[in-house]
């Protein structure tokens, strides 16, 4: 359940912003609550972030994640990874439309003789 997009999109989240609560994660990122809170909790259990309590909240069960360095170096990781299977996708996407453009116009050529 906790693939790389949700995690990675976790982790830059909680990096932005530790004060955020599952709620606000789970509207921001488009998936359920408990999903949050099963990843949150996979996260916890890999060592990727920390969570500690409001000291002087007044809503006593808000929580603070920090990312570890461990969570740090895999969000970079698949930061990385992520742009060059994007980059990878984007160049055969431009491969594809030339060969279409190519066509298109080679049949254009042919209608108007």
């Given amino acids: 359940m906790l693939d790389d997009d949700t995690r990675y999109r976790i982790l830059k989240r909680l990096e932005d912003n530790p004060e955020v609560n599952q709620r606000e994660l789970a509207r921001e990122l488009g998936i359920s609550l408990g999903k949050v809170n099963y990843c949150l909790k996979a996260l916890i259990e890999r060592g990727f972030i920390k969570v500690s309590r409001f000291r002087n909240s007044v809503n006593k069960k808000a929580y603070l994640y920090h990312l570890t360095p461990q969570g740090m170096q895999d969000r970079t990781r698949m930061a990385i990874r992520f742009l060059q299977y994007k980059r990878a996708e984007y160049e055969a ?11 298109v116009r080679q049949r254009a050529e042919e209608a108007n003789r």
């Avoid at 594809?96 to 066509?103: A, C, D, N, P, R």
């Fill in 93 to 103: 996407l431009e491969r594809e439309l030339q060969i279409l453009e190519q066509e």
